[in-house]
């Protein structure tokens, strides 16, 4: 494929080489051989994506990092198996074509549309174990390790889960694909992706208002070219997700002779997260040898030399596209944290694509004692953030949130002002707050704000001028 760099094997690298490393974050699994069975057969089963996909992502990306294109990705903290539903699906799905129309029409730029789905059902953990009213067990760490039932039974790792995880991943990107390819994300019909919104939602009013400009504007294109817009009724759509329990990843990595290079076939884009990302450690390992664009987590624990031998470690040729830095300081370290990183990145003379979580850094614990994430700090992060890219000469190239296409009560403040005497109504998460469908059309309309900002900027100077 044009623009795709072939790169060699890497010296001493293998798919199972990560396991002569320090592996973090792994459960405990007390019958190896049902480990080492369950490892075979996912090995031997058909790939969830496939090559040429990875090989035009890491294409869209390297048009990001040059500003040709935006970065969403979204979707749950951690899917659960029971949650493989047509109707969930599809709103998640939704939710995100709806926020990649906002974000298309603002930025006038293609949007990069990845889901944090098929394939995230693991979650690093604080600490190994868990204790109550005395009984100690071990951590729940997703539905792909053990179960969250609080019994001896259901939270000893299972590997049979690994299979279980396949398997709810397939039937979640089949569908998702299924939708795509049936029309459900033409750009003729986006009134097929509505909600549901409650009339006295604020953005109801400007989000169809942007759906009838889109339609319009298709309308006259393809009135005056006298034939449809073919380009405009299908979408891409790529799916992520952290790469945590690493005999699932190293199953599903496959040696591709045309390329002569290993992928990871179980996803798009894997990443790092921030406890797994140490230089000498078995994530490092195992993601320095794939093909993949691999994404990673980073915070203000980081400092320079760490964030650089990352850099040079995960793509010693500065390959265009191969790396994104996925940074989550959080509200009250942004504006410290941020352009020290900017700086030491550049200073190893490689390009990254860089994008904000401006979640993981601003959870916080509410009066309830329920996990929750205020919605002004989320807003500010970002906004931040784009401030100090663009004051530094930098770019950032897209957004990673996490979001459902329901009407949960799980983060705090957005425009219905929710408190968090609110978070008890419909709390549904099992491990981290997410936005609601409402908050995460607001995010992109805030974002898009920002974007149109320095057009409007430009455009009155040029006229001053």
């Not at 992706?193 to 400009?213: C, M, N």
Request: charged share 25%; with cysteine.
């Amino acid at each position: 494929m044009p623009g795709i760099m072939k790169t060699p094997a890497h010296h001493a690298w293998n798919p199972a080489s990560w396991q002569t490393r320090p592996a973090q974050q792994q459960p405990t699994y007390r019958d190896r051989a049902a480990l080492e069975n369950a490892v075979a057969q996912l090995s031997r089963l058909p790939p969830i994506v496939v090559s040429w996909e990875v090989d035009r992502l890491q294409q869209e990306f390297a048009a990001a990092q040059r500003g040709e294109r935006f970065l969403l990705q979204g979707g749950d903290c951690a899917e659960n198996f029971d949650d493989c539903e047509s109707d969930k699906i599809a709103k998640r799905l939704k939710i995100l074509l709806q926020m990649s129309l906002v974000l298309t029409h603002a930025m006038k730029k293609p949007v990069i549309r990845v889901g944090r789905m098929a394939g995230q059902y693991a979650k690093p953990r604080s600490a190994d174990t868990e204790t109550r009213d005395g009984v100690t067990l071990p951590s729940y760490r997703g539905d792909i390790v053990n179960r969250a039932a609080f019994t001896a039974a259901d939270r000893e790792p299972d590997p049979l889960l690994l299979l279980r995880g396949y398997e709810r991943a397939a039937l979640t990107i089949n569908f998702v694909r299924a939708l795509i390819d049936g029309g459900f994300a033409d750009l003729h019909h986006p009134e097929y992706w509505d909600l549901g919104f409650v009339g006295h939602s604020p953005f109801k009013a400007e989000y169809e208002r942007i759906v009838a400009a889109v339609a319009d504007g298709l309308e006259f294109l393809e009135t005056i070219s006298r034939r449809e817009v073919h380009h405009s009724v299908r979408t891409d759509f790529y799916t992520s997700h952290e790469a945590l329990v690493l005999h699932y990843e190293q199953a599903q990595t496959r040696f591709i002779p045309r390329q002569d290079r290993w992928y990871n076939l179980s996803t798009h884009m894997p990443w790092i997260g921030m406890r797994t990302a140490q230089i000498d450690g078995a994530h490092v390992e195992y993601c320095r040898g794939i093909a993949n664009p691999v994404g990673v987590k980073i915070g203000a624990a980081m400092d320079a030399q760490w964030l650089q031998q990352l850099v040079t470690t995960l793509n010693p040729q500065n390959v265009p596209g191969k790396l994104v830095l996925i940074h989550r300081f959080g509200a009250k370290h942004v504006e410290e944290a941020l352009p020290k990183a900017i700086q030491a990145v550049r200073a190893t003379g490689h390009q990254v694509l860089w994008i904000c979580d401006p979640m993981h850094g601003n959870t916080e614990n509410s009066q309830s004692g329920l996990k929750t994430r205020r919605f002004e700090n989320i807003l500010r992060e970002l906004d931040v953030s784009f401030r100090i890219h663009e004051e530094l000469g930098s770019y950032l190239g897209g957004v990673h949130v996490e979001l459902t296409g329901e009407d949960v009560t799980e983060c705090t403040g957005g425009a219905r002002g929710l408190s968090d005497a609110d978070l008890q109504r419909a709390y549904k998460s099992t491990v981290d707050p997410r936005l609601n469908y409402e908050q995460s059309l607001e995010l992109a309309m805030m974002i898009a704000e920002r974007a149109r900002a320095p057009r409007r900027r430009g455009a009155s100077e040029r006229a001053g001028g």
